[in-house]
Structure formats: C-alpha cells, structure tokens
C-alpha cells in the first residue's frame, strides 16, 4: 500500500496545472498529506537577462500566494518551491532527493487538451514514484486566485 503522505504538485500556472492543484489538495484533505508546489522555469541560453530578478519575483510572490492561501482555506501543509533549469531533471531530482510518494501534473500546460505535454512525459520516464497526470476541464474557465 502506497503512502501518499508527500505530494508534490508540479504548476506552470496553467488550467492543466491548476486542475491537479484542485486533486492534489482534495487528496492531501483526506490524508493529513504534505503538499510542495513546485514551479521549475527553465534555463536560459543567452546571457542573464535583467528582468530575471523581476520574473523571479514576481513568481514567487504568485506561487507563496496560492500556498498560503490554500494551506489556511484547507488546514494543510503547503510549501512552495521555485528552482530553475531543465524542467523535467529539476523536477526528477527533487522528487529523488525529497521523499515525494506522489506526483501532480497538468497533462498539458501549453494547450486546452488532454493529450501529454513533453515535460510530464519525461518526468514520468524518469522517476520512480506514481504520477497522477490531471487534465484540463476544457467546460470550466479556471483562473488562480492569485
């Protein structure tokens, strides 16, 4: 029998994402499980841009919003992490090096389809814990709070 009693929540802030945010928290309800919400932003090849610290900024003020405001509205544990480089290896290593049990993804962050995006095929060819992969409600029109 699996222990689901820490779940990472992979976001890229996309309807896809969202909806396994919804699943994820509704599982952690009914476990008492620890939640981290992590958002990876990918490795850029140029030289360092000068909005980086801005981006930067600007997403973990988004993402610690989500976390605080979920973890206070459903009395769960939720950290929010954001780290960078290639999406699908930050994502397998944290998992490796973090005890995660169970992962959420959005199937699909770049359209309203159900079909699996690169990131979360490759993630799920490379770790070892079960992957729930959640697809978007293309009927529901669903935006952050934040």
């Known amino acids: 029998m699996y222990s689901f009693n ?3 929540i992979a976001t890229d802030f996309s309807p896809a994402a969202w909806q396994a945010i919804k699943a994820g928290v ?5 476990r008492s499980a620890k939640i981290v919400l992590l958002h990876v932003y990918p490795d850029r090849d140029e030289s360092i841009d000068k909005n980086e610290e801005t981006h930067y900024q600007n997403i973990k003020s988004k993402i610690s919003k989500i976390a605080g ?4 509205d459903n009395d769960l544990s939720i950290d929010s992490i954001i780290l960078k480089g290639n999406v699908p290896n930050v994502i397998a290593k ?18 309203m389809d159900s079909h699996l995006g690169s990131h979360t ?7 070892r814990a079960p992957v729930m992969v959640i697809p978007p409600l ?3 029109n669903v935006e952050y709070a934040a």
């Open 69 to 72: 405001e979920l973890s206070e």
């Open 121 to 127: 095929t490759l993630v799920i060819e490379s770790i």
């Open 6 to 8: 820490n779940i990472l």
């Open 138 to 140: 293309v009927a529901e």
């Open 26 to 30: 509704a599982l952690a309800k009914t």
């Open 94 to 111: 944290y998992i490796k090096e973090n005890n995660i049990n169970l992962v959420l993804m959005g199937a699909n962050s770049g359209n």
